[in-house]
C-alpha cells in the first residue's frame, strides 16, 4: 500500500506516541495539521505510522493509535482548486514559496515556485519521504504546465514543506483544508 499525504480534518488534536505500546507521548497532530501516514510500516488503520513535524521544529516518526474519524484524511480531498490540462482534470495544490521537485527515483528534476501550483490526481506520498507529495505537473512561472517526467515515468514528488511547517495556515504546499 502506497504512503500518503494526510490531513487531520477531525477537529480534535491527534497524541502522537514514540511506539504501539503508547510508551511515551512524544507530539500531537492537531486540527488540520498535515502530516505522512507512512503505510510502508504494515499499519492497518489502528496502528498508524506518521511522519510529522515536532514541537522542536523537526521531522520525527511516531504513532498514532486508534485514530478517531477524519483524521486520516487525503490531502487530495481538500485541493487548492483544479486545472484541466491535456483534457484530464487534476486537482492542484498552491505553493506558498520554491520548494524542490524530485523524480521517481529521488533525483532533484528541478523546482516550483512560490505562487505556482502543482497538479496530481492521487493521493501517493513518497516510499522513503511521506512528505513529498507524488505530483505530475507544475505551474511554470511563465506560464502554463511542464510535465514531470524522468526516470521512465510520467510523474514525480515535490517537497511540501512538512519539515518547515505543518499548519494550514504556514505549510509551503497548501490547499483548501
Do not use: Q
Amino acid at each position: 500500500m502506497a504512503n500518503t499525504f494526510c490531513i487531520n480534518k477531525s477537529g480534535l488534536t491527534i497524541p502522537v506516541y514514540s511506539d504501539t505500546n503508547k510508551t511515551k507521548k512524544i507530539g500531537s497532530i492537531y486540527n488540520r495539521e498535515a502530516f505522512g501516514y507512512d503505510r510502508n510500516w504494515g499499519g492497518d488503520n489502528y496502528y498508524c505510522h506518521i511522519l510529522f513535524l515536532n514541537s522542536e521544529g523537526s521531522l520525527s516518526y511516531g504513532f498514532i493509535i486508534d485514530p478517531p474519524n477524519n483524521s486520516l484524511v487525503n490531502c487530495t480531498e481538500y485541493p487548492y482548486g483544479t486545472a484541466t490540462i491535456n483534457n484530464t482534470k487534476y486537482k492542484t495544490f498552491k505553493m506558498r514559496n520554491l520548494r524542490n521537485v524530485y523524480t521517481a527515483s529521488g533525483t532533484k528534476w528541478g523546482a516550483v515556485a512560490a505562487n505556482c501550483r502543482v497538479a496530481c490526481n492521487d493521493n501517493i506520498s513518497g516510499n522513503s519521504h511521506p512528505d513529498w507529495k507524488c505530483i505530475e505537473y507544475v505551474e511554470s512561472s511563465k506560464g502554463g504546465w511542464v510535465k514531470v517526467t524522468g526516470d521512465g515515468v510520467n510523474y514525480g514528488f515535490v517537497d511540501t514543506g512538512l519539515s518547515v511547517a505543518s499548519g494550514y495556515n504556514s505549510i509551503p504546499m497548501y490547499g483548501s483544508w
